[in-house]
């Protein structure tokens, strides 16, 4: 029974622990969401291969095209301190972050800390001091027939 109770307090412990990087299930397509919190058409997509992420931009032909490179912009996961860097201290102190960064931009899934089952998106652009975070929203796939 002494067993049960300690593989029961390590799991519990283990779930309450943030994520360090994106989960499988954060592949996907993601809308820019504008700061009046409207949905855009600017769209990307999260692949995961085989060894690393990728980010990936819809065309205004409806083809998408991979916005990472093979060497200083390949995606990577970020380190806690990277994290500070991409958010003030006002945010973090709301979200629980986990992110993929290269050079120029962070794409990150976050949690809040009100609430661990709520999962929202920011793409992170480095380009500016500060960065700047652009909110997206997921596009939730069809659902198949029968399911």
């Known amino acids: 029974m002494r067993i049960r109770t300690l593989v ?34 600017k769209a990307f997509r999260m692949v995961q291969g085989a060894n690393q992420w990728s980010l990936e931009e819809r ?11 093979e060497t200083e912009c390949v995606l990577r996961d970020s380190s806690e301190a990277d994290i500070q860097r991409f958010f003030p ?20 899934g976050y949690s809040l800390k009100t609430n661990a089952l709520f999962r929202g998106y920011v793409f992170v652009a480095m380009i500016a001091n500060p960065p700047v975070s652009l909110r997206l929203a997921r596009v939730m796939p069809d659902a198949k027939p029968g399911s």
Do not use: R
């Not at 065309?59 to 095209?65: E, L, N, R, T, Y």
């Not at 201290?89 to 990150?108: E, G, M, R, S, W």
């Open 89 to 108: 201290a006002a945010t973090l102190a709301q979200i629980t972050p986990d992110c993929v960064h290269n050079l120029a931009f962070a794409f990150c």
């Open 8 to 41: 029961f307090a390590a799991l519990v412990l283990l779930a309450s622990l943030p994520a360090l990087a994106l989960q499988p299930g954060d592949a996907g397509t993601y809308l820019v969401v504008n700061v009046q919190g409207q949905i855009t058409p």
């Open 59 to 69: 065309k205004p032909d409806g083809s998408w095209a991979s916005v990472t490179c």
